[in-house]
């Protein structure tokens, strides 16, 4: 149980272009879910906490006009980053946490790999 | 600085030696997660600790989390190459809703054959 997905898994595109990572929870509610972003080698760095119905809360230094969430419902949360430029490419993580849980356990998504050319 | 400290940043051991990592809070922890990660993947989650002097242990994974609750080590047994990748512990600072963790800097460990 408690399994997320991500999807894409890889996306390269120009720059410039907007691209969409969809992250589902497949198996249960998830109340909030998290985006993430991890250079090569290093640890996860959050970029914003989304809640189903709210707006996203975003991580300072985040621009949130760039990164684009949305959390429709309780089982998909969309990250966009608009205008992507080779600076944006890096590795994408999402997870989410079981609504109603008690604890702050935390499912995570493969993650996608973003190429900005 | 950060708030959750890990060491060693990276460790090569050769198969079925037993090794520790340590993640360290300046503050008193609500929750302590661990977790692992192949390069290139998701997390997969290993163990939570709650209580002062808990203790957990999956199959030859043991995390612990002293009584200050300020300290967490995971412990590996007898270590196997299926058990190289990438430890992390992520940390809750309070009760709250916001379910939000502080994440570690990470430990990259490689088993020798």
């Known amino acids: 149980g408690a399994v997320v997905s991500q999807h894409p898994s890889w996306v390269i595109c120009k720059s410039g272009t907007s691209v969409k990572i969809e992250c589902r929870s497949l198996d249960f509610q998830a109340t909030t879910m998290f985006w993430y972003r991890q250079f090569p080698k290093q640890s996860l760095m959050l970029m914003a906490t989304?809640?189903?119905?709210?707006?996203?809360?975003?991580e300072q230094g985040v621009e949130k006009d760039k990164f684009l969430i949305n959390h429709a419902s309780l089982t998909l949360s969309t990250l966009t980053v608009t205008s992507a430029h080779p600076e944006d490419s890096s590795f994408y993580i999402c997870?989410?946490?079981?609504?109603?849980?008690?604890?702050?356990?935390?499912?995570f998504g493969p993650g996608t790999r973003l190429t900005v050319l | 600085s950060q708030e959750l400290e890990q060491s060693p940043q990276s460790l090569i051991v050769q198969e079925g030696k037993n090794l520790t990592i340590n993640c360290t809070s300046s503050k008193t922890l609500y929750g302590l997660y661990w977790y692992k990660q192949k390069y290139g993947e998701g997390l997969i989650f290993l163990m939570m600790?709650?209580?002062g002097g808990e203790e957990k242990s999956h199959e030859k994974i043991t995390a612990k989390l002293d009584e200050k609750k300020q300290q967490s080590s995971l412990h590996i047994t007898a270590s196997q190459p299926s058990h190289a990748g990438i430890y992390l512990c992520g940390a809750a600072f309070n009760a709250g809703n916001n379910r939000k963790l502080i994440w570690g800097l990470g430990t990259s460990l490689a088993v020798n054959p």
């Open positions: 997870s989410a946490s079981i609504a109603g849980g008690f604890h702050n356990e935390q499912f």
């Open positions: 600790l709650q209580k």
């Open positions: 989304s809640n189903e119905g709210s707006k996203a809360t975003y």
